[in-house]
């Protein structure tokens, strides 16, 4: 074997084995290949000038100028928002509420709020502790077996991952987009674009036929063994729900997503705009819902940013705005200093939301939560793009390219393969490290080969969400744990998992049998 | 403002940069003589995490311009059909703003991901050893390495007062330009400031904390 082929395994096997020492992965990823480029220019093996590109690429359009990925702070503000004004405990509350009078009802609730979190803030982690925290005692109070228990709250944390606007299916659209690029680049053919909107558009309705398949296993066991998942008993003295904490506690978190991922699909606004309606929607929200509590005086104001906005929406859709038309009517102008007005009051009603947020001292915390995580989202890019700049320098991306060609069973021995290790890879390594560090390597030789890039993608988020749901590594499994009350067994929570696990395969086979699944939707949206 | 000044600038940060390596010794000296050196890399240390938060405030300052930039953005597109190329480029300087400025600090908050599998395993110390290992192999290369191999990128940035492509871009592309440098320089300061705690633990001068805090959990999977 030539030497840079070695190199370049003995670096893959290296920064495995130094992963495995639990320093930060984005480091570990970076410095692992620092010093094997090193050691390769030593040998003479290794060109490098391309190590000199390191600050360069940086400061390039694939980290920090970046366009597409500037939507990934704006979702994390929009969803840590939403999760430190209460707004998701109160939607889990109500929606118990609603459903607790059928067998199974709490479990449904559960798996609808998964769902609405999922889409509203993405977070694996954060989606599995609120849920355990507020959903799993009440459920065992009522009798639930805890192996069911379990098993929804962790599957239902997993759906951040699948149903949009989650952020890895951003950073997943980001890589995907670049190997089909490239793919076409290499391959001579007609150039693929994937953009954010088609990949939100592609998940949509996996996502949602996996809800549903969630949802029909707590039925089949609310009709077979309804002593498993009995319905609430409420207390006499429990006030009824008002239609005003309906409205509000579910409606209008309810909106906010649906106008976001309406904008998107719908074509009115790029992700990166729709995100930055929906973290000042959250904030809007968040103070609306604090303001109660805070005895703030500043609810009405915002409530009239929420008005002003309508208005905006109304006169836009009914006259011509646009600014630089050379003759303008009266009514135009009419119209724009209106709109200009009431865009004055939205902007004043964000600044009183932010107040309300601060007034609780929610606002730092939530800002400061949102920093952090997307500082470590963007570590692990530098770090992964030296990574990838370096075995790529090896002819890493050779390697990859010649296995997956030769592999048995042709084009789906190569897809089948490519599963098989990121489930594997899933078991210790988060989601976003595997998009940067092998979506790059194994995409662009799988769309070479035919796979629909789109399709592809979709395929490898559900993969990756059922390798975090698998014992005894699994992600979610480990965050359930952690908050869990200490009567619920580890055995009880892997027992648990197993069925959704088992439903998790029905859609990847269904998806990966009916490509359509994934790709139909974004191909009415691109018309 | 003459461009010369600037350069001379950066020669003379560079020299101060080279004259402080010597501090990066004093985690392993903390190690051997942790009587004398504590007082000092506890200070040191202390100094660090400030600097850190501050830079985190500018992060944070920068997460809530990028949604008002943004927000300014669609709305200005959405209703009057208007775009400033200018204004897009504050959206990106302030997205880049809020990771590069932040990092340091969530390397501060151990907000960075780990795999967990076998650190619990490694005992107190172990985890010190490895993080001291960690610093000194793979953060002190990664950060020294953007340094040198940046410096003469930057200098042309700053001698011309390199500004945008376009032409009503931001005249500012050469500040855009040096987050990177300051984003290497945090994180190796960043970097002593935790060396310096996990020598300290070693030497039983600090407590260890319990790993696994909820912001790392809260973190994961996003």
């Not at chain 1, 030593?42 to 391309?50: C, D």
């Not at chain 2, 942790?34 to 890399?41: F, K, M, T």
């Not at chain 2, 020598?199 to 904390?209: H, S």
Request: proline fraction near 5%.
């Amino acid at each position: 074997m030539e030497l840079e082929i070695i190199l370049a395994l003995l670096m893959f096997a290296s920064a495995i084995g130094a992963l495995l020492m639990g320093y930060s992965v984005a480091l570990t990823l970076g410095g692992v290949a620092l010093i094997y480029a090193l050691i390769g220019i030593g040998l003479g093996v290794f060109p490098e000038p391309l190590l000199r590109s390191l600050p360069s690429r940086i400061q390039g359009g694939s980290i920090m100028q970046n366009t597409t990925l500037i939507a990934v702070p704006l979702f994390v503000l929009m969803g840590v928002i939403l999760e430190r004004s209460r707004v998701a405990e109160d939607l889990l509350h109500i929606a118990s509420r609603l459903l607790g009078k059928l067998n199974g009802g709490l479990g449904y609730a559960v798996v609808l709020v998964g769902a609405l979190l999922a889409a509203s803030t993405g977070i694996v982690g954060a989606t599995v502790i609120t849920m355990s925290l507020i959903a799993l005692p009440s459920m065992l109070k009522q009798g639930y077996d805890p192996r069911l228990a379990s098993g929804t709250i962790a599957a239902s944390g997993t759906l951040g991952q699948i149903i949009p606007p989650s952020i890895v299916l951003i950073l997943l659209a980001d890589a995907v987009s670049n190997a089909a690029s490239q793919a076409s680049l290499s391959s001579g053919g007609k150039s693929l674009v994937v953009s954010v909107g088609d990949l939100f558009a592609g998940a949509l309705i996996p996502g949602l036929l996996l809800v549903g398949l969630y949802l029909a296993w707590i039925a089949f066991n609310a009709v077979m063994r309804p002593a498993r998942c009995p319905a609430v008993t409420l207390d006499e003295d429990t006030a009824p729900l008002t239609f005003k904490e309906v409205a509000f506690g579910f409606g209008a978190p309810l909106a906010l997503i649906f106008a976001v991922l309406g904008a998107i699909l719908g074509g009115v606004a790029p992700p990166t705009e729709a995100a930055a309606i929906g973290a000042s929607g959250a904030v809007l929200l968040a103070g609306l819902r604090l303001a109660r509590e805070a005895n703030s005086r500043l609810a009405p104001v915002i409530m009239a940013g929420l008005a002003s906005l309508i208005l905006v929406l109304v006169v836009r859709n009914t006259m011509d705005l646009r600014l630089g038309v050379e003759q303008m009517s009266t009514a135009s102008m009419a119209g724009i200093a209106v709109t200009l007005l009431a865009i004055l009051v939205f902007f004043a009603a964000i600044g009183a939301g932010l107040l309300v947020l601060r007034r609780m001292r929610q606002l730092m915390p939530a800002l400061k939560s949102a920093t952090h995580i997307t500082s470590m989202v963007f570590l692990i890019l530098i770090g992964a793009s030296l990574f990838s700049l370096v075995f790529r320098g090896f002819g890493g991306d050779d390697i990859v390219k010649d296995v997956l060609h030769a592999m048995p069973g042709g084009r789906w021995g190569a897809l089948l393969m490519t599963m098989i290790v990121m489930f594997v890879l899933g078991f210790f390594l988060d989601f976003i490290e595997i998009v940067f560090v092998v979506v790059p390597l194994v995409a662009p030789p799988l769309i070479l080969l035919g796979f629909d890039p789109v399709w592809l993608a979709i395929l490898m988020a559900l993969n990756l969400q059922t390798s975090f749901l698998t014992p005894p590594f699994g992600f979610a499994l480990f965050y359930l744990r952690g908050a869990a009350p200490p009567e619920v067994t580890t055995m009880q929570i892997w027992r648990g998992a197993i069925p959704f696990i088992m439903l998790q395969l029905v859609l990847i086979a269904l998806v990966a049998t009916l490509p359509g699944l994934a790709t139909w939707l974004p191909s009415l949206v691109a018309k | 403002m003459d461009p010369a000044f600037f350069l001379h600038l950066g020669t003379i940060l560079k020299w101060v940069g080279i004259a402080l390596l010597p501090v990066f010794l004093l985690p392993l000296v903390t190690l051997v003589l942790p009587n004398l050196v504590e007082g000092i890399s506890k200070r040191v240390s202390a100094i660090i995490d400030a600097i850190s938060g501050v830079a985190l405030g500018g992060a944070i300052a920068s997460a809530l311009l990028l949604v008002m930039f943004q927000l300014t953005v669609v709305v200005l597109r959405y209703t009057y059909g208007i775009s400033f190329t200018w204004l897009n480029e504050l959206v990106i300087y302030a997205f880049a703003a809020m990771f590069m400025l932040g990092a340091a600090a969530t390397l501060r908050d151990d907000g960075h991901v780990r795999v967990d599998i076998l650190r619990p395993r490694f005992g107190a110390d172990g985890r010190n050893w490895i993080e001291l290992a960690g610093i000194y192999f793979f953060l002190f290369p990664i950060c020294i390495r953007i340094l040198t191999t940046g410096e003469q990128g930057l200098a042309r940035a700053w001698s011309l007062f390199e500004g945008s492509s376009e032409s009503d871009g931001l005249p500012f592309l050469y500040l855009f330009k040096t987050l990177v440098p300051a984003f290497a320089v945090l994180m190796l300061a960043q970097g002593l400031s935790e060396a310096l705690k996990a020598a300290l633990r070693l030497t039983g001068k600090l407590e260890n904390e319990v790993p696994a805090t909820s912001e790392t959990e809260s973190a994961h999977g996003a």
